[in-house]
Nanobody, 123 residues
């Protein structure tokens, strides 16, 4: 499975962006998906995850209430709606496919990774 994330860009604080992640094909099992990010000089961190059904979601505390993860299984696409962006949201955002159908924050539980899309939020 190949993943391609897009939708990043340079925006001012308070603006919104919508990231998309297109999968080349559906996996053989019903997998959860997630978004991670890596800021300048920082380690990759969890942002949000969504179960296969879309019923269960989980967010990092730093984005809860501002970001919304969703998916369209018919189109093999994952989304991340980011509102009220802050400078600390700056980073490269990666989408990933989990090994299981349940949500997880654990990086090592994700099998496939996209190449990342860069988000820069200016103050």
């Amino acid at each position: 499975v190949q993943l391609q994330a897009f939708g990043g860009g340079l925006v001012q604080a308070g603006a919104s962006l919508r990231l998309s992640c297109a999968a080349s094909k559906r996996t053989s099992s019903n997998n959860a998906m997630g978004w991670f990010r890596q800021g300048p000089g920082k380690e990759r961190e969890f942002v949000a995850t969504i179960s296969w059904s879309g019923v269960s979601t989980d967010y990092a505390d730093s984005v809860k209430g501002r970001f919304t993860i969703s998916r369209d299984n018919a189109e093999n696409t994952l989304f991340l709606q980011m509102n009220r962006l802050k400078p600390e949201d700056t980073g490269v955002y990666y989408c990933a496919v989990s090994l299981s159908s349940a949500t997880t924050r654990t990086t090592t539980r994700y099998r496939y990774w996209g190449q990342g899309t860069k988000v820069t939020v200016s103050s």
